[in-house]
């Protein structure tokens, strides 16, 4: 089984930027492709981005192209999502997710997830 944390989220101006870590505990990190999804009021949980465990290789929504990247250190168990030129559109309750097979776009495919983190953009 394993236990997500999400951390570092906030408020933010229109243009600013935050990193969002996810610590994993209970399984072999470096074996999960690790998805970041979002949820804002009244909407359906979206993709964010993936990273997939064995060819690294990363897929971000569209609206996330360009601004967000997102990153993985095994040694630390941890994956990161780097958002810069943060929009009002990216007020969402963040979430990390694990799946132990390869990238995919569909939050049903994760089984593990984390509680999220609260990113406000707000002038």
């Known amino acids: 089984q394993v236990q997500l944390v999400e951390s570092g989220g906030g408020a933010v101006q229109p243009g600013g930027s935050l990193r969002l870590s996810c610590a994993a505990s209970g399984g072999t990190f470096s074996r999960y492709t690790m998805g970041w999804f979002r949820q804002a009021p009244g909407k359906e949980r979206e993709f964010v981005a993936r990273h997939v465990w064995n060819t690294g290789a990363t897929a971000y929504a569209d609206s996330a192209e360009g601004r967000f990247t997102i990153s993985r250190d095994n040694a630390k168990n941890t994956v990161y999502l780097q958002m810069n030129s943060l929009k009002f559109e990216d007020t969402a309750n963040y979430y990390c997710?694990?799946?132990?097979?390869?990238?995919?776009?569909?939050?049903?495919?994760?089984?593990?997830w984390g509680q999220g983190t609260q990113v406000t953009v707000a002038s």
């Open positions: 997710a694990a799946r132990a097979g390869y990238g995919s776009r569909s939050a049903r495919e994760y089984p593990y």
